[in-house]
């Protein structure tokens, strides 16, 4: 290499820490490129990867450098399924509680979970509900309830690190029902008092047009479609609506969006 500032460049990439390497490979590999000549790119991208390789950076640095990166470390994916009918019954009340825990840097799932919750108002179940929701009543009977769950939530949160002051983490849900109408309300007409970390959260179908410039009128069918998704599972089945939320936000990192709070402060 004839020109000494490319040669330079390349002693650092090749003796300094990992970490160096971890926060300046882009921004290096950039300038360096541009220094040298097409036909040693080729083996100078080979040396640097071996080199990363070395520190361990391997599957991680091509993780992280396929997306920028987001404002929270862990998206908690939530989808209710609650009591209904034609005409809507009331109260309506959550039989289906699902969270998936998604890291914010690899946007891959890391923990699940899921309950189903005894109705205590209408405890028998709908045909209506049912069809709509894949849920049977032995699926229901003999469930914990609301509360139980609640109190499950919080072990689950504190198991996961998650109330922890200096890991940031926020709920997405496919609209604004699941925590600005169904779960408050319902903890009202209980007595139950709702958790600060329900008290914020990203709704999918605002993040979406932000990112697609459409609003999806069909939500989770429509953002499949946009994104040319598969969809996952059936409709209206909490666990698979979180698996597709989940999928639709991985695919939008990807494409370079990076997610934001989008509920006003309580």
């Known amino acids: 290499v004839s020109d000494a500032s490319g040669c330079s460049m390349i002693a650092l990439l090749h003796t300094g820490a990992p970490k160096f390497l971890q926060n300046l490979l882009p921004r290096a590999r950039q300038a360096v490129c541009s220094l040298l000549p097409a036909g040693v790119l080729k083996g100078y991208g080979s040396i640097v990867s071996r080199k990363l390789a070395s520190h361990g950076f391997g599957a991680s640095m091509a993780a992280m450098s396929s997306f920028p990166p987001q404002r929270y470390h862990y998206f908690l994916v ?46 028998q179940l709908t045909p209506f509900c ?48 699941d925590l600005k109408v169904m779960l408050p309300g319902q903890c009202q007409y209980l007595g139950l008092p709702v958790a600060d970390y329900f008290k914020q959260w990203i709704n999918l179908k605002k993040a979406y047009s932000f990112a697609m410039g459409s609003w999806p009128k069909n939500g989770l069918l429509d953002m499949n479609k946009g994104l040319n998704l598969q969809h996952i599972g059936r409709p209206h089945s909490g666990i698979d609506d979180c698996k597709n939320i989940a999928n639709i936000m991985k695919t939008l ?14």
């Open 130 to 177: 049912t069809e709509l929701t894949g849920i049977i009543q032995g699926m229901v009977d003999g469930q914990p309830s609301l509360q139980q769950v609640l109190e499950r939530v919080d072990e689950w949160m504190a198991k996961e690190g998650l109330l922890d002051p200096s890991v940031k983490s926020i709920f997405v849900t496919c609209g604004d029902w």
């Open 78 to 123: 939530l989808d209710f399924e609650a009591t209904c009918d034609k005409p809507q019954i009331h109260p309506q009340e959550i039989i289906e509680f699902p969270i998936l825990k998604l890291n914010g840097r690899t946007m891959e799932i890391e923990s699940t979970f899921h309950m189903y919750v005894q109705p205590v108002v209408h405890p």
């Open 253 to 266: 990192a990807h494409r370079g969006f990076i997610f934001k709070q989008t509920s006003k402060p309580f």
